[in-house]
């Protein structure tokens, strides 16, 4: 018999370029217009200056995504591979954003006294640093990936990309749609039909392209006849001046590495996005072996880190991470081609600009459907590829992303506060000292400051802090739990007890649950030499009996009850070492 030429392009190449490219593009233009419209960043400078290097990442990351597909089918013989995706980490898009290049600019601005212009270089500077240590970091991961998902059972790892998949990346883009109703039921109704239900169109025409060629035209007919509803959305900047930017290319004189001392201080926040784009790598290739396509887990996390590394060395802001959509991507039909087609498109859009036309022409309602589709996919094909006595541990998983989801809404909020609290302050402290009412208008601006930095008052701000706790490396807290619920499951009691420890010590330092804005890592305490004494590490007022340490004596006293039932439990019921048993039990 003769060995069949693998087919690394197919008709549902053109679907999944659409839901990897426009996801990407989205998020690039997310960054710019967060920036601009919360801290009044110069919008372009992001343009000209950040937008190349965070797009090359991209086309790095995918085009090895892309060789890597085209081994894996020469290697096994199959026609049916699927590349894994690559693109923009969008929680740390918010992360990057609110809590390393919004609050620099600020510190420029009104601490270091720099004008606009340069308050804007130091920023990108901090940027650039900041991404390149997450490559680094990333790199010191790669060699231990593949290990840590032969160790973690299948149910923890599926179950947080589940929790990522159902609530952020389902959620979120549905919301979005509805923003024009008519317009996004009609794209997410084409989608539902032709990617869930399979139901095919005339001549194989893409759902994907359908929905954004029949949904669009809605729009468009709307916007025309002054019926669309909501006012048609604004564009941050003008597209014309993204196009062939050049001043990027000053990231090569290296003047960046004057700031790297500056950068370490919001290592703790940038550190626990890289660790989560590990984990969600790990969690990647676990979704694409269930779906038939083994890739190894050392040589994706490698990729992902040294494509994060060059967007930092050209200039980029946002760190690369393996998409969570290759079951969804292999659905459609892709194969490879997708993922080429997303590099050549997303890379040449940041260098040569033309993303800022594709995002004024193209309504996000028609669009985002897509994730839609992609975020249920994932979370299905999560439950499929889990044994069914698991699916509780699954589920579980899913209950820290909810916390995060709330905390996008707030952060965003805080956000909004975090820029006007600084012009307000400045324009107070600028006043004469006998203005009338000088009084109240210090004590109003140091109100907004404290709002933002997420000091939020009485029973909500108890609330919000206990939702901020839980949030905190909600990736990693969903990961440990199911995989904890996993084995309770399997009566491994003492390995359950031994992922709660885990999580003490993780919380201890942060690593989850972190009750501070911008979820840092931290040292809970320290010697002061000045003061001759150890210290805590400072804590919101709202986080009294959701501390550290409190939380580490939760998980504790959780292993300890786990410890005595293994040792004092009465002779087990049913037996649960198979799904068949399981669900005869249940």
């Not at 991209?58 to 890597?68: Q, R």
């Not at 690369?320 to 040449?348: C, D, E, N, Q």
Request: aromatic share 12%; with cysteine; proline share 5%.
């Amino acid at each position: 018999m003769t060995k069949k030429t693998p087919t690394w392009a197919a008709a549902g190449d053109v679907n999944a370029f659409f839901g990897l490219m426009l996801d990407n593009i989205a998020d690039l233009l997310l960054t710019i217009g967060l920036l601009a419209t919360v801290f009044d960043f110069p919008t372009n400078f992001a343009i000209s200056h950040m937008a190349p290097g965070t797009a090359i990442g991209v086309l790095v990351g995918d085009l090895a995504f892309f060789v890597m597909a085209l081994a894996l089918a020469r290697r096994t013989g199959r026609n049916d591979v699927t590349a894994m995706p690559l693109g923009l980490d969008t929680p740390s898009t918010f992360g990057m954003v609110f809590f390393v290049l919004g609050p620099a600019f600020i510190h420029a601005q009104h601490i270091l006294q720099l004008g606009d212009t340069e308050a804007a270089v130091y920023t990108w500077h901090i940027g650039i640093c900041s991404i390149v240590l997450s490559g680094i970091f990333k790199v010191l991961c790669a060699f231990g990936s593949g290990w840590i998902r032969k160790f973690l059972p299948r149910a923890g790892l599926l179950g947080s990309l589940a929790a990522v998949a159902l609530v952020l990346i389902s959620f979120l883009p549905f919301v979005e749609s509805l923003h024009y109703p008519v317009v996004g039921m009609t794209a997410l109704a084409i989608i539902l039909t032709t990617l869930v239900a399979r139901i095919g169109l005339p001549k194989q025409i893409p759902g994907a392209l359908a929905a954004l060629l029949i949904a669009g035209t809605i729009y468009y007919i709307m916007n025309g006849l002054g019926i669309l509803g909501a006012a048609k959305e604004e564009m941050p900047f003008n597209p014309h001046e993204g196009l062939l930017p050049t001043d990027w290319l000053a990231v090569f004189r290296f003047g960046w590495l004057a700031q790297m001392g500056d950068a370490l201080n919001y290592l703790p926040v940038v550190i626990p996005f890289a660790l989560g784009t590990v984990i969600g790598g790990i969690d990647c290739v676990e979704s694409a072996a269930a779906v038939g396509d083994e890739y190894d887990t050392d040589r994706i996390i490698l990729v992902e880190a040294i494509a994060t590394l060059i967007a930092g060395l050209c200039g980029g802001v946002i760190q690369t991470t393996p998409y969570i959509g290759h079951p969804a991507y292999k659905a459609m039909g892709g194969r490879s081609a997708y993922v080429l087609a997303t590099a050549l498109f997303v890379g040449g859009a940041g260098v040569i600009g033309y993303f800022g036309y594709l995002y004024w022409l193209v309504p996000k309602s028609t669009v985002f459907p897509i994730l839609v589709f992609i975020g249920l996919e994932i979370t299905a094909q999560s439950f499929l590829a889990t044994t069914k006595k698991h699916y509780a541990a699954v589920s579980l998983a899913c209950v820290p992303a909810l916390a995060a989801l709330v905390l996008v809404f707030v952060d965003d909020a805080q956000g909004q506060y975090m820029g006007q609290a600084a012009q307000l302050t400045a324009a107070v402290e600028a006043l004469p000292p006998d203005t009338e009412g000088l009084d109240k208008l210090k004590a109003s601006a140091e109100t907004i400051q404290s709002i933002s930095q997420g000091n939020f008052f009485g029973p909500l701000g108890v609330k919000l802090q206990t939702l901020r706790m839980l949030s905190g490396g909600f990736i990693l807290t969903s990961l440990m739990w199911a995989s904890a619920l996993a084995m309770i499951i399997d009566r491994r009691l003492l390995t359950a007890a031994g992922f709660f420890v885990v999580c003490g010590v993780f919380s201890l330092f942060g690593v989850i649950h972190s009750p501070l804005p911008g979820s840092p890592v931290f040292l809970p305490f320290w010697y002061d030499g000045s003061l001759g004494q150890w210290v805590w590490h400072p804590m919101p007022d709202m986080a009294a009996g959701q501390t550290p340490i409190y939380m580490l004596a939760a998980y504790l006293s959780a292993a300890a009850v786990l410890v005595a039932f293994h040792y004092c439990r009465a002779e087990d019921g049913p037996s649960t070492e198979s799904s068949d048993d399981w669900e005869e039990t249940t």
